[in-house]
C-alpha cells in the first residue's frame, strides 16, 4: 500500500490522506491532515478508504510525515560511502537528529544560506509505525510502519566548524521527504532497492539498500534503546558513496541546480537549490 500526504483541487488549503492499495488513489478519513497522523490511530492499517481521488485532482504531494516528536539520522551507514570517507566499518551507528522544521517537502525548493557549501545525501528513511521501546530487531522490523525518500542536504561548512555535525543538518527546510510512504507489508530493503541521487539530470550516487551497514531493523532496534519511538516518528538510514564532499576536487550545489532523490518502488524528490540573497 502507498500512502500519501496531498493538496487537492476544490479545497487547495487543507492538507488530505489518501491511499492507494493498487488500484488508484483513495480519501481517507477527513478529519486527518497527514500520514504521521493516520500512524497513531492503533488500527491505521484497517483505516476505510472513501471516494477515489484521480492524480488530475492532486495539486501536489506534500511531506508525508508532517510533525514526526523525532527525526534521528544515521551517518556513515552506506559501506562505500564509508570507505570514501577513509574510514573504518563502525561497530555502532553514528547518530544525529534533526528538528520537524528541518523537514520539507518532495518538490518544494530549498533556500540555504547563500554562501553555504551545499552537498547531497540520498536517503532511504523509516517510518515507525507503533511504540517502540528497548525493541529486539524482530520487533523493530513488525514496529515499521513503511518507507519514504529523503535528502539530508548538509551545509558542509557549517559542519565542520565544530566535531558535532548538527549546525551542518538542521537548517529550516532543508531536508526533503516524500512522495510517499510504502508500507512495510510491500517492500523489504535488504533485497537491494536501487537509490540514487542526480544533479541537473547527471547521476551523482548509485547504490543499492543491501549496502546498509546497520539494516532497517538493527538501526530502529538500537535507537529504540535511548529513546522510546511512536508513530509517525521518521529515521534515515544513511546516505551511499558519491557525495559532493567526497569528490576530488569537492563539488557542491549551486543556485538553480535541480536535485532529483530516487528510491526504486517509492519514487522521487525533485528540489530546486535557491540560495538566499546575500
Request: aromatic share 6%.
Amino acid at each position: 500500500m502507498r500512502l500519501a500526504t496531498v493538496r487537492l483541487h476544490g479545497d487547495p488549503t487543507t492538507r488530505r490522506v489518501v491511499a492507494d492499495h493498487g488500484a488508484g488513489w483513495t480519501l481517507l478519513d477527513t478529519a486527518l491532515s497527514s500520514v504521521s497522523e493516520l500512524l497513531r490511530h492503533p488500527d491505521w492499517q484497517g483505516q476505510a478508504s472513501g471516494p477515489r481521488v484521480d492524480e488530475q485532482d492532486i495539486i501536489a504531494f506534500e511531506n508525508p510525515v508532517q510533525d514526526p516528536e523525532k527525526v534521528i539520522c544515521c551517518g556513515l551507514n552506506y559501506r562505500n560511502h564509508i570507505l570514501e570517507m577513509g574510514r573504518e566499518l563502525p561497530e555502532f551507528p553514528t547518530l544525529f537528529a534533526k528538528f520537524a522544521d528541518t523537514l520539507t517537502g518532495p518538490t518544494s525548493a530549498i533556500s540555504p544560506p547563500a554562501a553555504a557549501a551545499l552537498d547531497w545525501e540520498a536517503e532511504l528513511a523509516v517510518v515507525i509505525g507503533a511504540e517502540l521501546f528497548q525493541a529486539s530487531s524482530e520487533q523493530a522490523k513488525d514496529g515499521i510502519a513503511g518507507y519514504t525518500v529523503s535528502n539530508d542536504i548538509s551545509m558542509r561548512d557549517w559542519q565542520r566548524r565544530t566535531l558535532q555535525w548538527f549546525q551542518g543538518k538542521a537548517h529550516d527546510a532543508t531536508t526533503p521527504v516524500g512522495p510517499v510512504v510504502v508500507t512495510a507489508d510491500a517492500m523489504d530493503p535488504a533485497q537491494g532497492l536501487r537509490i540514487t541521487c542526480a544533479v541537473n539530470g547527471e547521476i551523482v550516487q548509485d547504490s543499492t539498500t543491501d549496502q546498509l551497514v546497520f539494516d532497517c531493523p538493527a538501526l530502529v532496534a538500537y535507537v529504540s534503546h535511548f529513546t522510546r519511538l511512536r508513530p509517525g516518528d521518521l529515521i534515515l538510514t544513511g546516505t551511499p558513496g558519491g557525495v559532493g564532499m567526497g569528490m576530488e576536487p569537492p563539488q557542491f550545489l549551486a543556485d538553480g541546480d535541480l536535485v532529483t532523490t530516487a528510491v526504486e518502488g517509492i519514487g522521487a524528490l525533485e528540489n530546486l537549490i535557491v540560495h538566499q540573497p546575500t
